[in-house]
């Protein structure tokens, strides 16, 4: 009986984190919304993979971050990119300048 209850909760706890990373993986910034918001939006997915022990390096967060800019921010994306390298907290400090 108890290994069917482990077993269901596994089973519940990886399906979990399948739906966060396909949220992760699926996540668009569209011009309809202030880019700091989706921003944040995308942190509180990053978040729910924390919580489901599903870690990323920082590094690589400021990258997809960048790379999910709508197409309108195209030349600013560039800019990004090819500037300095970037914590989390100085990207946040562009784009709420920008």
Not at 23 to 40: G, P
Not at 93 to 98: A, G, K, M, S
């Given at each position: 009986?108890?290994?069917?209850?482990?077993?269901?909760?596994?089973?519940?706890?990886?399906?979990?984190?399948?739906?966060?990373?396909?949220?992760?993986?699926?996540?668009?910034?569209?011009?309809?919304?202030?880019?700091?918001?989706?921003?944040?939006?995308?942190?509180?997915?990053?978040?729910?993979?924390?919580?489901?022990?599903?870690?990323?390096?920082?590094?690589?967060?400021?990258?997809?971050?960048?790379?999910?800019?709508p197409k309108s921010?195209?030349?600013?994306?560039?800019?990004?990119?090819?500037?300095?390298?970037?914590?989390?907290?100085s990207l946040l400090?562009?784009?709420?300048?920008?």
């Open positions: 009986m108890l290994t069917t209850l482990q077993e269901k909760y596994r089973i519940e706890e990886v399906s979990n984190q399948k739906f966060l990373i396909d949220n992760f993986m699926s996540f668009k910034m569209t011009d309809d919304k202030s880019i700091l918001a989706q921003t944040h939006s995308f942190l509180n997915v990053n978040s729910d993979l924390i919580v489901a022990e599903i870690t990323l390096p920082v590094e690589f967060l400021v990258e997809v971050i960048i790379a999910c800019q921010w195209n030349g600013y994306k560039k800019k990004l990119k090819h500037d300095e390298k970037y914590t989390l907290e400090y562009h784009l709420r300048i920008e």
